[in-house]
């Protein structure tokens, strides 16, 4: 890939002359602030429709299968851009693809606010999912360009604000918001924040890397759409083939991107420096172990949230209101650990958050395994806010230590596996609740009364949670692999291997650093 030009920032442990913490370049905070910011309205739109599904449906007189698709062409579109974006922030400037990514973004809002047909509505997701998925690579790279290594944690710990706390409460605001106004209100009062967002980015936005004109490589753009689309849309489809309501089988799909994506893969290794998607990241062990409990903490997120609101209305009875403020103080516990997660990353390092996090996300887990008609919402509010402190133990230190270990030229693709690998495995989580909870409710039966159909549900959604109990137990195993000092030192611990491969592929950065 070519070689960046970042402003100057502290290298590893340094500190100014007075011996504290170097502080950021000039402008920097503002910006990384807008970035916050502006990622935090758009991840939001992923979860924000969940909850309007039924008036959705209502009003365009449309089955649950088709419904869906408000989501789905999300998740696909997210799946699809995502792997580019590290093509496109080598090749295009950071305010250039701001000022895009806001703009389609924008431009979906207002669509989306005023679609007179559903297809109307999935394009206007597709269009918002497509600003989306740039937005998240630009924040990850754009922190690690211009942070001190020793800043990193507590600065990705704001990051994970946006990742995790943004989809946990966008059924809560979607809840409160559908009490008393039409889903149209979603999108309104989203646009003129986006807007604002948008006027400021074309201000306060700088460039902080030189493009470079390389070639797109098409063959991988191509494996790649058809790789991880095949593979979301299979997965998605699991739990509606489950009851009988898929357009194809799901194997098709999965078989379809399954094959893509080894294609994608062997590509990749073969380009190299020339990748679409530089697979050499993976090299690197602390990246490659943080990347696989990701994949955990997302499944069990995305999972939970998709199956929490299922129990509280369909066996508990609460309202979509009710519900969206169940599910409130996890986001905001969430959201309140996040930057204190961070600054203890920063003095004691992920070994000693990650474990007690991937602890008590597993808990959480085999807690709500437990979950039935006589649960109050109550013990649903306590389950939840423990499976966040988990996550959010576990995700800032895993973002910053998996990213922090690789070299400066491998940022942006690091930065774009991981929101990639975020995508599928919120997918997958997805899928494998709501196909195990879908083939619980229909083992369970019943006679058809209400009290029926709330145990069968209830025992659904037990069976669901045990999955993910199960595997969040490999998650605290997998959790003692994980190593790092504090403050991110992975990346200037380089091994001379990491030096030379960084050489031959960036002669003119070398040059300039030496």
Same mark, same amino acid.
Do not use: C, K
């Given at each position: ?58 009003? @365009? ?6 419904? *869906?698709?408000?989501?789905? #062409? ?20 950071? /305010? ?34 497509? !600003? ?24 990705? !710990? ?9 989809? $946990?409460?966008?059924? &809560? ?10 889903? /149209?209100?979603? @999108? ?40 991880? $689309? !095949? @593979? ?15 357009? +194809? ?14 294609? @994608?893969? %062997?590509? *990749? ?5 020339? =990748?679409?998607?530089?697979? /050499? ?8 172990? =943080? ?5 955990? =903490? ?14 509280? *209305? ?8 009710? &519900? ?24 004691? !390092? ?15 887990? %085999?807690?709500?395994? &437990? ?5 109050? =919402?109550? &013990? ?6 423990? +499976? ?13 230590? $998996? ?6 030229? +491998? ?27 879908? /083939? ?17 549900? #209830? ?6 949670? +045990? ?48």
């Amino acid at each position: 890939m070519p070689e960046t030009h970042p402003l100057p920032q502290a290298e590893g442990p340094a500190t100014d002359r007075t011996g504290s913490t170097p502080n950021l370049p000039p402008g920097a905070g503002r910006l990384i602030a807008l970035l916050v910011g502006s990622a935090f309205v758009v991840i939001l739109n992923e979860t924000i429709m969940s909850v309007a599904l039924p008036r959705l449906m209502e009003e @365009f007189s449309i089955e649950a299968t088709t419904a *869906q698709w408000i989501t789905t #062409a999300f998740l696909l579109t997210m799946a699809v851009v995502i792997p580019v974006t590290g093509y496109l922030m080598s090749r295009f400037t950071l /305010r250039a693809l701001f000022t895009v990514a806001m703009s389609v973004f924008t431009a979906g809002t207002l669509l989306a606010a005023l679609a007179p047909t559903f297809l109307v509505l999935v394009l206007a997701r597709v269009l918002q999912a497509s !600003g989306t998925a740039i937005m998240m690579p630009l924040l990850i790279t754009t922190v690690l360009n211009v942070v001190p290594a020793e800043r990193r944690g507590r600065m990705m !710990g704001t990051i994970s604000i946006v990742i995790s706390v943004a989809p $946990a409460i966008g059924p &809560t605001i979607s809840g409160v918001v559908l009490q008393q106004l039409s889903w /149209r209100w979603m @999108f309104w009062i989203v646009l003129p924040i986006a807007a604002l967002a948008l006027t400021l980015g074309r201000v306060w936005v700088r460039d902080l890397t030189t493009p470079v004109r390389v070639p797109l490589d098409a063959p991988s753009v191509v494996l790649s759409a058809l790789g991880f $689309a !095949g @593979f979301i849309y299979g997965l998605s489809s699991i739990g509606e083939s489950a009851a009988g309501e898929a357009l +194809l089988p799901p194997w098709i799909p999965l078989s379809i991107g399954a094959v893509a994506l080894v294609a @994608f893969v %062997w590509r *990749q290794l073969r380009l190299r420096e020339r =990748a679409l998607l530089d697979l /050499r990241a993976f090299s690197s062990r602390p990246f490659s172990v =943080a990347v696989g409990l990701v994949v955990v =903490a997302m499944m069990s997120l995305f999972g939970t949230l998709i199956l929490l609101p299922i129990l509280l *209305q369909g066996t508990l009875g609460l309202t979509t209101l009710q &519900t969206g403020l169940v599910l409130l103080p996890g986001g905001a516990v969430m959201g309140l650990m996040a930057p204190l997660v961070g600054r203890a990353f920063d003095r004691v !390092g992920p070994r000693p958050l990650v474990g007690p996090g991937a602890v008590l996300t597993s808990v959480a887990l %085999w807690w709500m395994s &437990t979950f039935g008609v006589g649960t109050t =919402a109550g &013990t649903v509010v306590a389950a939840h806010v423990t +499976l966040s402190m988990g996550i959010a133990l576990m995700f800032t230190p895993l973002l910053t230590s $998996a990213l922090g270990s690789l070299p400066q030229h +491998l940022y942006s693709h690091g930065s774009a596996i991981v929101s990639t690998v975020q995508q599928v495995a919120g997918a997958a989580g997805t899928a494998l609740f709501i196909t195990v909870m879908t /083939r619980g409710v229909a083992a369970a039966g019943g006679d058809g009364s209400p009290s029926a159909a709330a145990g069968a549900t #209830a025992s659904g959604v037990q069976d669901a949670m +045990l999955w993910g109990a199960v595997i969040s137990t490999v998650a605290v195993l997998l959790s003692l692999a994980v190593r790092g000092g504090p403050g991110g030192t992975h990346d200037t611990q380089r091994s001379d291997a990491d030096v030379v491969a960084s050489r031959d592929d960036h002669p003119v950065e070398v040059a300039q650093a030496g």
